[in-house]
């Protein structure tokens, strides 16, 4: 009895810190990103030559695929990066766009796309600022402390497509690493969305 007590007591601490991720129908914050922080391979023509911009300009009432990754994930990441990449066209052509946060630095992130044959924007999340404004980090609740292999403070492999006024319209977080997204899903989403 009193080791169930306990355990209530242990899971209620726990569940106080444990990161919210954001999910359909709440709002995206519309945070600011830096050019110089990002591998950029398309922008609207109105942001070429700034050297920041928020989330609302850089979508430009497209949906957005927002997507974390980090290479401490392991093959986790390495799929879910693979997967992206042939995601994209499909996405594209049904009027979304795909855009990943990762812990790469700046300097490191040509060489990440190479890696990869990425063919989409790529933004060095420093310090997992984002991933915290939507709720898939917390410096309280270290996913090295859960998943064996991880060895540093990352953000939960998560996905968002997020469309005008920064609405969530989907939100797949894998809190465990075993499960990945669907490509078919997310363009059903965008699909949707697009023919509303």
């Not at 990754?69 to 042939?86: A, F, M, R, V």
Request: proline share 4%; net charge positive; hydrophobic share 45%.
């Amino acid at each position: 009895m009193q080791e169930k007590a306990v355990n209530k007591v242990a899971n209620t601490a726990l569940n106080k810190v444990r990161p919210q991720a954001l999910q359909a129908s709440t709002f995206a914050p519309d945070f600011t990103l830096s050019k110089a922080n990002g591998l950029w391979k398309t922008l609207p023509r109105n942001l070429e030559n700034q050297n920041s911009f928020t989330l609302s300009q850089l979508m430009l009432f497209r949906p957005l695929v927002l997507s974390f990754y980090s290479p401490s994930w392991n093959s986790y990441g390495d799929i879910h990066l693979e997967l992206l990449q042939k995601a994209h066209k499909r996405i594209k052509n049904v009027g979304g766009e795909i855009f990943v946060l990762t812990d790469v630095l700046p300097e490191n992130l040509e060489q990440l796309a190479a890696q990869f044959k990425l063919n989409f924007n790529i933004y060095y999340d420093a310090e997992n600022t984002i991933a915290e404004l939507l709720g898939v980090f917390s410096k309280n609740y270290p996913i090295w402390q859960r998943v064996t292999g991880i060895s540093k403070e990352v953000a939960l492999p998560s996905t968002f497509i997020i469309v005008a006024n920064r609405l969530i319209i989907y939100s797949f977080v894998d809190e465990d690493f075993e499960s990945i997204i669907s490509i078919k899903e997310l363009e059903t989403f965008i699909k949707i969305y697009r023919n509303k």
